[in-house]
C-alpha cells in the first residue's frame, strides 16, 4: 500500500530571498513533507562573498524547515558560488541538505524521483549546463586552451584559476544519464529545472517571451551577433531604443529532452525556468492537468518565486497532483 508524499517546491529566486521563508512557512502549513529546491537559487551579485552569502541565506532557511530537502542549480549558478556552499551546507545538515549532484535517485515507497541539475540556457555567469554530447560524462570541468580537464575538489579549481589557465568552468550534466536512472518510467518523477519542448502556446510549461537579434549590431562596445537572445524585460528596452530586436512568444523547451524523456517513457516532471509559464501544468501533449485531480501525465512548472509563486506536489504511487500557491507580494 503506497502512502503520500507531499513535496514543497522553491525555485526562480532572483531577488528578495525572504521571500522563501514566507514560502516555505505556508509550504510547511499546507502540509509539505520535504522539499525541492529545483535551480536558481543563486547568482552573481557583485562579488564572491555576496553571491554565496544570497545563497546560503536560502539554504538555512531551508535548514531550519527541519524537512528533507534535495538541492540543484539551474540557469544563473556559477560554480564557486554554488557548488562550494551546498557542499558544505549537506554536510553540516547530513541527511537532510541533499546534494542531488551526488544522489541523483532516490526511490520512496511507490515512486522514484530522479534529477537533472542546471540548465540549457545559462544567464549570468551560470556555469550549470545540461547537454546531450555523450562525449562528455557528468562532472565539474575547466577550459583551458589544451581542452576541457575534469576536476573534484573546489582547490583545484581556485589553483588552476590563479595560474591564468582557465578559460571558463561548468558542471556538465549529460541527460543521457537519464537512461541510467531510469527503470520504472510510470513511477519516475523528473525533477529539472528546465522543461522538455511542447507545442502549445496557451497553456504549456515552456512558453517564453524573449528578444532576438535580427542582424548583427553594435551595443555599449559590444557586437550582438544575429540569433543573440534577451530575456523579455531587457529586450523591450533595447527594442524601444531602436535596436534591431524582434520580441517573441515560443515554446522554448528542450528538444532533445523532448526526445529522450518519450523514449524513456517519462510522463511526470517539475520544472520552473520560465516565468511567463509560471504555475502552468499540462499532459505530454501539452494539454492543461487541472490542480488538485490524480494523474499519470503531469507536467508541471512549480512557480516563480519572485512573484509569490510556490506549490506543492502530491505523490500517491503512480499518480501525481499539483497545488499551486501564490503568497501575497
Same mark, same amino acid.
Given at each position: @500500500? ?14 528578495? #530571498?525572504?521571500?522563501?521563508? /514566507?514560502?516555505?512557512h505556508? !509550504?510547511?502549513? &499546507? ?13 552573481? *551579485?557583485?562579488?564572491? &562573498?555576496?553571491?554565496q552569502?544570497?545563497?546560503? =541565506? ?8 527541519? !524537512? ?23 554536510? *553540516? +545538515?547530513?541527511?537532510?541538505?541533499? $546534494? ?14 530522479? +534529477? !537533472?541539475?542546471?540548465?540549457? =540556457? ?5 556555469e550549470? &549546463? ?14 583551458? %586552451?589544451?581542452?576541457?580537464?575534469? +576536476? ?8 588552476? @584559476? ?5 578559460q571558463?568552468? @561548468?558542471?556538465?550534466?549529460? @541527460?543521457?544519464?537519464?537512461? *541510467? ?13 528546465? #522543461?522538455?519542448? =511542447? ?6 510549461? $515552456?512558453?517564453? %517571451? ?6 548583427? =549590431? #553594435?551595443? &555599449? ?9 534577451? #530575456? ?14 524582434a520580441?517573441?512568444?515560443?515554446? /522554448?523547451?528542450?528538444? $532533445?529532452?523532448?526526445? !529522450? ?6 510522463? *511526470? ?29 503531469? +507536467? ?5 518565486? $519572485?512573484a ?14 499539483? /497545488? ?6
Open positions: @500500500m503506497t502512502k503520500e508524499i507531499r513535496y514543497g517546491v522553491i525555485s526562480d529566486v532572483h531577488e528578495d #530571498p525572504r521571500i522563501v521563508t /514566507r514560502a516555505i505556508e !509550504l510547511k502549513t &499546507q502540509g509539505a513533507e520535504k522539499l525541492l529546491v529545483n535551480g536558481d537559487i543563486g547568482g552573481w *551579485k557583485g562579488n564572491l &562573498q555576496a553571491s552569502d544570497y545563497t546560503a =541565506f536560502i539554504l538555512n532557511e531551508v535548514a531550519k524547515s527541519g !524537512l528533507e530537502a534535495f538541492v540543484q542549480a539551474g540557469s544563473h549558478e556559477p560554480l564557486l558560488v554554488f557548488g562550494p556552499v551546498v557542499e558544505y551546507l549537506s554536510n *553540516k +545538515f547530513k541527511g537532510q541538505i541533499i $546534494d542531488v549532484t551526488k544522489v541523483p535517485k532516490v526511490e520512496y515507497n511507490g515512486h522514484h524521483l530522479v +534529477f !537533472l541539475p542546471g540548465s540549457d =540556457f545559462l544567464v549570468r555567469g551560470g550549470y &549546463q545540461i547537454g546531450s554530447n555523450e562525449q562528455i560524462p557528468t562532472g565539474k570541468y575547466i577550459q583551458t %586552451e589544451s581542452g576541457l580537464l575534469t +576536476f573534484n575538489i573546489w582547490q583545484e579549481f581556485i589553483s588552476i @584559476m590563479q595560474r591564468g589557465i582557465s571558463g568552468a @561548468m558542471y556538465y550534466s549529460n @541527460m543521457y544519464d537519464l537512461k *541510467k536512472y531510469v527503470n520504472q518510467p510510470e513511477k519516475t518523477i523528473v525533477v529539472c529545472h528546465i #522543461p522538455r519542448k =511542447f507545442q502549445n502556446l496557451s497553456e504549456a510549461v $515552456d512558453v517564453a %517571451e524573449f528578444g532576438e537579434a535580427i542582424i548583427d =549590431f #553594435p551595443l &555599449q562596445g559590444n557586437i550582438i551577433e544575429n540569433g543573440s537572445v534577451f #530575456p523579455i524585460h531587457v529586450a523591450k528596452k533595447i527594442h524601444e531604443a531602436g535596436y534591431p530586436i520580441i517573441k512568444k515560443e515554446n /522554448r523547451g528542450n528538444e $532533445d529532452l523532448k526526445k !529522450l524523456y518519450d523514449e524513456l517513457g517519462i510522463t *511526470k516532471s517539475v520544472s520552473g525556468h520560465f516565468h511567463e509559464s509560471s504555475h502552468r501544468a499540462n499532459d505530454r501533449d501539452g494539454s492543461h492537468v487541472n490542480e488538485g485531480e490524480y494523474v499519470t501525465e503531469l +507536467f508541471w512548472n512549480s512557480g516563480h518565486l $519572485d509569490g509563486h510556490t506549490g506543492i506536489l502530491t505523490v500517491n504511487g503512480e499518480q501525481v497532483s499539483y /497545488r499551486n500557491i501564490k503568497l501575497e507580494i
